[in-house]
Every structure is written in structure tokens, then in C-alpha cells.
């Protein structure tokens, strides 16, 4: 079995077809093309880092983009969400996904990255937690709820003491980063002095805050779907889906527990 890992774009072109493919393998249903560009050659903050093992044929893949973090002091973070981990139906079992993922994070640390996150599932959440180290957090959720309920989360927010809780945030008001995160395909997303949301079949999911006064642009709606941390929930009912995030420290410590977790980085794929 060979395996190859890629960190230029140019390169990893030549396999895009071989990805989909595996994709379609492994998932049972198409991915979409110009969500994949958008994703990993669209992306403005660098390289991609694609580990790819072959078998007569592409068997398995594991991926980190760049998405970089900011603190309140406005130091961005060399940082990467892991994406789209695959592995033929054929080659399970066989540590592969351990083995590209380990290379992968020996890659970005000799490089120089701060830390790689991401949003695993319920089942590969053990994996990444056993096999690769990774700390990760009880699950937050994603709330489906009125004005009244939005405001009384909000509340709960803006009383939190910022000294004490030293937040890391993908911050939207970089124009760099908002101009590509909100370009994702298939959305059609609205920025508003520091708030991202869409519209969709007649409720607002909100991607972005910068602060809790930012959500007084947001407009009327039936609902309102967010991410948030389950010690916020009060009624079970309004939750729809969760969400675990987590991550690993590479060249910095990494407290997942001190990022804003929003839509703009769970929602990426």
C-alpha cells in the first residue's frame, strides 16, 4: 500500500476525481465539486494538508484546511479544522485512518501549525480521541427557537465574565476571512455590522456574532437555529442535532473549551 501526502493545491488537483469517487464509497452519495473547490483550493489562508493511501486505487483520505483563529487581542492562530475523513468500505479496520491523520499532524507541526480541530461525529469521535490524542468537548447543540428564548441565551452570554473566559473566535470581521467563508457554495449568506446569518424555508440560521448587541440587526423570523453550549439548554425540546468539537495541540496549547463555537466553523462541509 502506498501512501502519499500533499500540501499544494496544484498537486492535489490530480487526484480530485479519485476523491470524489472514494467519497461516493465511503458515504453513499455524491460530493458536491464546487463545495470541494471552495474548501480546498478556494481557501485564501494556504495549503491544504491531504494525506492519500492507494491500494490498486484510492482507499483512504484524511485532510486539514487552513482556518485560522483570532484572540481578543487580535493574534491569529496557525490553525486547521480536519475534513472529509474517508476510507474505502474494502479497507476498514486496517488503522488507516490513524496512520494518515498521524502523518498529517507530523506535517503540520514540522510546518509550524498551532493546532488542528474539528467536529467529529459520534462514531469516529472515539477514534480521535483514543488513537490520536485529541481532547474533546461534551457535545454543544444546535437549538431551533423564538425571540424570546434567543434573547434569554444572549443574556446568559453577555453576563459571562470576558477576563475569565478568554475566548479564540474565527473572526468574520476580517474581510478576508468573511469574503471566503461567506462565499460558500449553495448559501446566500447576509453580513450585517458584525453578524452573518441566512434565510431558509422561513427561519434564520445565525453563522456568525460578534457580540451579543449584534443580534438586534437580526430580522423577524419564526425560528432561529444556532450552536451553543449544552450548560445554556433549558428545554431539551428546542435542541434539533449536536455537535462535539474538539482538537490537538501541535506547536500551542489548545484548550478547546476557549473557542466561540459558531456555524461559521462547525458548518464548513
Known amino acids: 500500500m502506498n501512501t502519499v501526502i500533499i500540501k499544494d493545491k496544484s498537486e492535489l488537483l490530480q487526484y480530485k476525481q479519485q476523491i470524489l469517487t ?12 464546487t463545495l470541494w473547490d471552495w474548501a480546498y483550493i478556494e481557501n485564501p489562508f494556504g495549503n ?3 494525506a492519500l493511501a492507494f491500494d490498486d486505487g484510492l482507499v483512504a483520505h484524511y ?17 486547521f479544522l480536519s475534513m472529509t475523513t474517508m476510507v474505502a468500505q474494502t479497507h476498514r479496520k486496517y488503522g488507516l ?12 507541526k ?11 461525529n459520534q462514531s469516529s469521535a472515539p477514534g480521535f480521541r483514543k488513537r490520536l490524542g485529541w481532547e474533546i468537548l461534551d457535545p454543544d447543540c444546535v437549538v431551533s427557537i423564538g425571540q424570546t428564548e434567543l434573547a ?32 460558500k457554495p449553495g448559501a446566500k449568506y447576509v453580513w450585517q455590522d458584525g453578524l452573518a446569518y441566512k434565510k431558509y424555508n422561513g427561519q434564520i440560521d445565525i453563522i456568525y456574532y460578534q457580540s451579543p448587541d449584534s443580534l438586534k440587526n437580526l430580522p423577524t423570523a ?11 439548554i433549558k428545554d431539551n425540546d428546542t435542541v434539533t442535532f449536536e455537535y462535539m468539537f474538539g482538537g490537538l495541540s501541535l506547536n500551542s496549547h489548545f484548550i478547546p473549551d476557549t473557542v466561540h463555537r459558531q456555524m461559521c466553523l462547525s458548518d464548513v462541509f
Not at 514540522?110 to 467529529?120: I, L, Y
Request: proline content about 5%; some cysteine.
Open 22 to 33: 472514494l467519497f461516493s464509497d465511503a458515504y453513499g452519495q455524491e460530493l458536491s465539486e
Open 48 to 50: 491544504p494538508y491531504v
Open 63 to 79: 485532510a486539514v484546511i487552513p482556518y485560522p483563529l483570532s484572540d481578543n487581542t487580535g493574534l491569529q492562530y496557525k490553525s
Open 97 to 108: 485512518f490513524t496512520k494518515l491523520a498521524t502523518a498529517v499532524y507530523e506535517e503540520l
Open 110 to 120: 514540522r510546518d509550524g501549525a498551532d493546532w488542528v480541530m474539528g467536529f467529529p
Open 152 to 183: 434569554k441565551i444572549f443574556h446568559l452570554e453577555s453576563s459571562k465574565d470576558v477576563d475569565s473566559c478568554s475566548r479564540i473566535f474565527a473572526n468574520l470581521s476580517d474581510k478576508k476571512l468573511r469574503e471566503w467563508r461567506l462565499s
Open 222 to 232: 419564526s425560528v432561529y437555529n444556532l450552536l451553543v453550549p449544552r450548560n445554556l
